[in-house]
Every structure is written in structure tokens, then in C-alpha cells.
């Protein structure tokens, strides 16, 4: 099956800092990725959809000037987490749609981020 | 809006028990039910999938049937072994034919030996 990595799996900042969290398609190509955040004991919830080429799509209520998503290649989606807070800390999972169909989406490890 | 209930976790049971995790789903038109699973320190994974009612998931010895008359799509096993603890999510694609997925909160099955 296809194969979605995440990159750096734990982090840990100051406040006030900017953290870059990557996500790759390993052995396919994506021209979307979604990115969830997961907080303890709750649903995944959906940030934003990635757009390959063009600016990211975000839910409703998800600041974007906090959290920058470029997805610059077929392959590469970054999550930066701009001016780091507490409340930021979370688990952050990317995904991204096999080229099957089907509507099966692939997940990364994720990446927790904790922010001091 | 369309939503996804799971049962609270976590369930612990022995090694060949008879697993069910409850789901039950609210939504608009004819979604399209998954169930995806998340072992200790991996991305989640799809364990299977319904596309329209009546339809049965079935992976791994785990079964999922889409139940239009009840909204339900519950996860069973006959047998459950250790390897199978971890935490189950149940999902429902938001609009027909999007990856735009909802998820239920996640339960976390603890099997002893």
C-alpha cells in the first residue's frame, strides 16, 4: 500500500517559536493532503486540505496565519506552526488519498508537538 | 451536521473473546463508513470499509455492516488476539465522493492474554 511519512515525530519548543512539520508520500504522488489534529481522548479534526500548486483550503474556525501549509511538490506538504503557544501543543497527522480511489486516505506516524 | 458516535473506550478483553465497538452515524445523503485502526506508535490504517447500505467490511477476521435503517456501523470480531489492541476510529466521508473524512473519538482495545 502507499506509504505517507511525517517528519519530525515528536517536537518540543519554547513559546513564541516556529515549528515546521513535513509530510511526504513516499512511493505515490499527492496533488492533496489533509492535515488533522488529534487532541487526547477526541477525534481526529480536519485543519485544512493541502493543494498542491495552490493555497490550502482550512475548516472553519482554523487560524491561517497560525498554521502555514505549503504543499510546494507531488510528494511534500509542510505544517509550520507559527508563534508557538501551549495551547498549540497537540498530535498532528497528515494523510493524503491513494491514487486507487476508493476513498481510502493514507496516514502518517504523526508528530506531536509540545510546546513549553 | 453529519456526525460519528463510537463507544467509550477503553475495552479490555482476554484473548478469543467477542469483540463489538459500537458506531452510529448522523448525516446528509449516502455517505460512505470506514473503519481504521491505529497500533501503539503507527499512522492509522484502514481496517475496512462500506460504501452503501447493506454492505458488509470485512478485514482481518473484523466485520463491519452499513446500516442504513439504524445509522450504525458497528466493528466485530469472533476471536480477538493481543496483536489486536489498539485504537479503532470509525469514519464517515463527509460528502459523497470527497475524502473529507468525520471521525468518531477513537476506542481503545486493551486484549490480555
Known amino acids: 500500500g502507499a506509504v505517507v511519512s511525517q517528519h519530525p515525530s515528536r517536537v518540543i519548543c519554547k513559546s513564541g517559536t516556529s515549528v515546521k512539520i513535513e509530510c511526504r508520500s513516499l512511493?505515490?504522488?499527492?496533488?492533496?493532503m489533509f492535515w488533522y489534529r488529534q487532541f487526547p481522548k477526541k477525534s481526529l479534526m480536519l485543519m485544512a486540505t493541502s493543494n498542491e500548486g495552490s493555497k490550502a483550503t482550512y475548516e472553519q474556525g482554523v487560524e491561517k496565519d497560525k498554521f502555514l501549509i505549503n504543499h510546494a511538490s507531488l510528494t511534500l506538504s509542510t505544517l509550520t506552526v507559527t508563534s508557538a503557544h501551549p495551547e498549540d501543543s497537540s498530535f498532528y497527522i497528515c494523510?493524503?488519498?491513494?491514487?486507487?480511489?476508493?476513498?481510502?486516505?493514507?496516514f502518517g506516524e504523526g508528530s506531536r508537538l509540545t510546546v513549553l | 451536521g453529519n456526525s460519528v458516535t463510537q463507544m467509550e473506550g477503553p475495552v479490555t478483553l482476554s484473548e478469543e473473546a467477542f469483540l463489538t465497538i459500537n458506531c452510529t452515524y448522523t448525516a446528509t445523503g449516502y455517505p460512505s463508513l470506514f473503519w481504521y485502526v491505529q497500533y501503539p506508535g503507527e499512522g492509522l490504517q484502514l481496517l475496512l470499509k462500506?460504501?452503501?447500505?447493506?454492505d458488509k467490511g470485512s478485514n482481518k477476521g473484523f466485520e463491519a455492516t452499513y446500516r442504513k435503517e439504524t445509522t450504525s456501523f458497528h466493528l466485530e470480531k469472533g476471536s480477538v488476539q493481543v496483536s489486536d489492541s489498539a485504537v479503532y476510529f470509525c469514519a464517515l466521508t463527509r460528502t459523497s465522493g470527497t475524502y473529507k473524512y468525520i471521525f468518531g473519538t477513537g476506542t481503545r482495545l486493551k486484549v490480555l492474554a
Open positions: 462500506a460504501t452503501k447500505a447493506d
Open positions: 494523510s493524503a488519498p491513494g491514487s486507487g480511489g476508493g476513498g481510502e486516505l493514507f
Open positions: 512511493d505515490f504522488q499527492a496533488t492533496t
